[in-house]
């Protein structure tokens, strides 16, 4: 099992900081399967935040639930750029949320090849009014949990930070 202590910090201040913007977050999983909605729910005050969570593991769930085209798959792979993207745009257009977030990965143990390495993890993030947005993340063959935990780290990093520069004390411990 996953210590999800570590990112409690990070998850109570995206959870505090976008209750005060009013924003609400929808997520767009795949190799984490619904962990970060599970981190952000554990937080109190989180129904003022989370619009609703996509757990797209397989292709024709990203497809049928996000809108992510199946020749996008097909063409570039589930774990990309595009369909991270494609997915947190999805996400965003069948939500009433203000921000989406996506990930899209190889958590192992199994599954990689020279391309897309275990380890290695697409995200999208999406938000009303501007361009959607990809960052990569190569953690390396560290073991499924500490891949899907690390997932999970970036992501509420990166919800945190729009909001100002992350403290030292609103780091994660992972």
Same mark, same amino acid.
């Given at each position: ?10 998850? *109570? ?42 757990? *797209? ?5 990203? *497809? ?86 690390? *997932? ?23």
């Amino acid at each position: 099992m996953t210590d999800l202590a570590p990112l409690e910090n990070l998850a *109570t201040r995206v959870i505090r900081d976008f209750s005060g913007a009013g924003w609400m977050l929808a997520t767009a999983e795949s190799c984490t399967g619904g962990l970060i909605a599970g981190v952000l729910t554990e937080i109190p005050g989180s129904s003022a935040v989370i619009e609703r969570g996509f757990v *797209t593991y397989s292709n024709e769930a990203k *497809t049928e639930m996000l809108g992510v085209p199946s020749d996008l798959i097909a063409s570039d792979g589930a774990v990309s750029p595009r369909v991270a993207i494609a997915m947190a745009e999805g996400a965003l257009a069948r939500s009433r949320a203000d921000v989406a977030v996506s990930v899209t990965g190889v958590a192992g143990p199994g599954g990689g090849s020279p391309d897309k390495p275990v380890g290695l993890v697409h995200f999208g993030f999406a938000r009303r009014g501007f361009a959607a947005r990809h960052l990569e993340k190569r953690f390396g063959d560290i073991g499924r949990d500490k891949v899907r935990l690390a *997932t999970v780290g970036v992501v509420l990093q990166e919800l945190a930070g729009l909001f100002g520069p992350i403290l030292p004390n609103d780091e994660a411990g992972y």
